[in-house]
Nanobody
C-alpha cells in the first residue's frame, strides 16, 4: 500500500501562484511514474500533468505553459508549480502514483480556490 499526502493548496487571486506538494511513502520516488489530476465542482476528474521515470513531462492543454511538474527526490516529493492561475483552475488537486506491478494509488486531494 502506497500513501500519498498532498499539501500546498489554498485561496489565491487570479494571476497568482501556488506550489502543491505530494509526498509518497516509497523508497525512491524517481523510479515511479507520477501524475497530478484535478476535479472541479460538478465535473469529472481530469488529467493535469505527469512526469515519467526519465523525467519526461506532459501537460493538459488547459495548463500548458503555466504549470510545471517536477520532483524533489531527496524529499520523495512531486511538486506542481502553478503560475498565472485562473478562475477555472479552481478544483481539488490529486496526486497519483503508478507502481511497477501495475497498481495505482491516489492521494486525498488538496483544495485550490482562485477567487478575487
Amino acid at each position: 500500500q502506497v500513501q500519498l499526502v498532498e499539501s500546498g493548496g489554498g485561496l489565491v487571486q487570479p494571476g497568482g501562484s501556488l506550489r502543491l506538494s505530494c509526498e509518497a511513502s516509497v523508497k525512491d520516488i524517481s523510479s515511479y511514474f507520477m501524475a497530478w489530476y484535478r476535479q472541479a465542482p460538478g465535473k469529472e476528474r481530469e488529467f493535469v500533468a505527469f512526469i515519467t521515470t526519465a523525467d519526461t513531462t506532459n501537460y493538459s492543454d488547459a495548463v500548458k505553459g503555466r504549470f510545471t511538474i517536477s520532483r524533489d527526490n531527496a524529499k520523495n516529493t512531486v511538486l506542481l508549480q502553478m503560475n498565472s492561475l485562473k478562475f477555472e483552475d479552481t478544483a481539488v488537486y490529486y496526486c497519483r502514483i503508478y507502481t511497477r506491478d501495475g497498481l495505482t494509488y491516489w492521494g486525498q486531494g488538496t483544495q485550490v480556490a482562485v477567487s478575487s
